[in-house]
């Protein structure tokens, strides 16, 4: 593998689980682990806090979803390697025919009666 390609993936499953925790935190009633954030002096309100967490999903959903189109470019062809498909596909081809034809029917011997 592509040493790009495995820094993407990283990447992305780090940015997978910082997802699942911002969803975690939040909850569409106020009633989430974002409540728990305020205080009476506290910069953020609760409203403020739940866009700040809203921001941030959408900012992870599409860093995600870019990162993944740009690690698809980066995957490098194996020339060489094997293409398993391919193998799955010449070996049906090689056991099956396509059109399979009907066995030879052969004529028994005529045997012959003396009486």
């Known amino acids: 593998m592509n040493a790009i390609f495995t820094i ?3 990447l992305i499953i780090i940015a ?11 909850n569409g009633k106020g009633e989430g682990l974002a409540s728990n954030f305020t205080a009476g002096n506290q910069t953020f309100g609760v409203r ?20 993944s189109i740009i690690a ?16 799955i596909e010449n070996a049906q081809t090689e056991q099956q025919p ?3 034809t009907a ?12 009486e």
Do not use: C, Y
């Open 98 to 100: 396509a059109f399979p």
């Open 16 to 26: 997978a689980v910082l997802l699942v925790a911002v969803v975690l935190l939040q």
């Open 8 to 10: 993407l993936i990283v």
């Open 48 to 67: 403020q806090t739940a866009d700040i967490l809203e921001k941030i999903t959408w900012g992870l959903v599409a860093f995600i979803l870019v990162v």
């Open 103 to 114: 066995p030879i029917q052969q004529e028994a011997p005529a045997t012959e009666n003396a």
């Open 72 to 87: 698809s470019f980066t995957m490098t062809s194996n020339q060489g390697g094997i293409d398993v498909t391919r193998q």
